[in-house]
């Protein structure tokens, strides 16, 4: 899987650009419409690429209306057009369902680690559907797409699922994204920039989560060190 952007793992925490990032996916997820038009009004200054991306990647975690609504402000905001085409757009392309589910199994392993193919078993125990979409075309048709690169996205991912309260999802994506490369500074800046977003209780309640991640990651990568 290729990507157009620096990856984010060069960075000891989060650079002012992947700061507005996270904060922009979080309020189109979960924010009001005035915190959402106040952060793409600060995403003009951010890679056009990222924002797109973004906004494309909400409708997994928040609905089509509100990924409609961050669409549509940021056209007017930003005054650029859509692009006149996509290489995902058409699933009637000879083989790009094959495809999407090819590189969907690779994103889907590199976030869930070890846990991948547990994943996988239990979310078809729920519905043979809903894992069947959620490799293909969660973390295939979109999750994979060049553009963004996958550490930010995953920051993203854990920034949205904070506001949105989603406490089961947000403890995934913790460990996602430091499977993905993210360092545990740029997971700590993550939460550290929706502070005034979520309130206090929240805010400490998540912070003790990922304490508990981060420990049991370290623990986890210290044990597979000493059998190496």
Avoid at 83 to 101: E, L, V
Avoid at 134 to 157: A, N, Q, W
Avoid at 160 to 166: K, S
Wanted: proline content about 4%; aromatic content about 6%.
């Amino acid at each position: 899987m290729t990507h157009e952007e620096p990856q984010a793992d060069t960075l000891s925490a989060l650079d002012t650009q992947t700061r507005c990032l996270v904060r922009l996916a979080a309020v189109i997820g979960a924010g009001t419409e005035g915190q959402m038009r106040a952060l793409l009004v600060e995403a003009r200054e951010l890679p056009g690429a990222w924002v797109e991306e973004v906004i494309l990647q909400s409708y997994l975690f928040a609905g089509f209306p509100r990924t409609l609504n961050a669409a549509r402000e940021w056209r007017r905001i930003s005054g650029s057009s859509a692009p006149p085409n996509d290489p995902d757009a058409d699933a009637t392309a000879p083989g790009m369902a094959a495809q999407w589910r090819e590189r969907g199994a690779v994103t889907c392993a590199a976030v869930y680690g070890d846990m991948y193919e547990k994943l996988r078993v239990n979310i078809e125990k729920l519905h043979p559907a809903l894992e069947h979409w959620m490799i293909t075309d969660g973390y295939g048709k979109v999750l994979s797409r060049p553009g963004l690169d996958l550490i930010r996205r995953e920051l993203c991912v854990v920034a949205i699922c904070a506001l949105a309260e989603q406490d089961r999802q947000l403890h995934s994506h913790f460990h996602g994204a430091l499977n993905v490369g993210a360092t545990p500074d740029q997971v700590s800046a993550t939460l550290d920039a929706l502070d005034d977003l979520i309130d206090d209780d929240s805010l400490r309640r998540y912070r003790m989560l990922w304490g508990h991640v981060r420990s049991a990651h370290s623990e986890q990568a210290k044990g597979r060190h000493e059998q190496s």
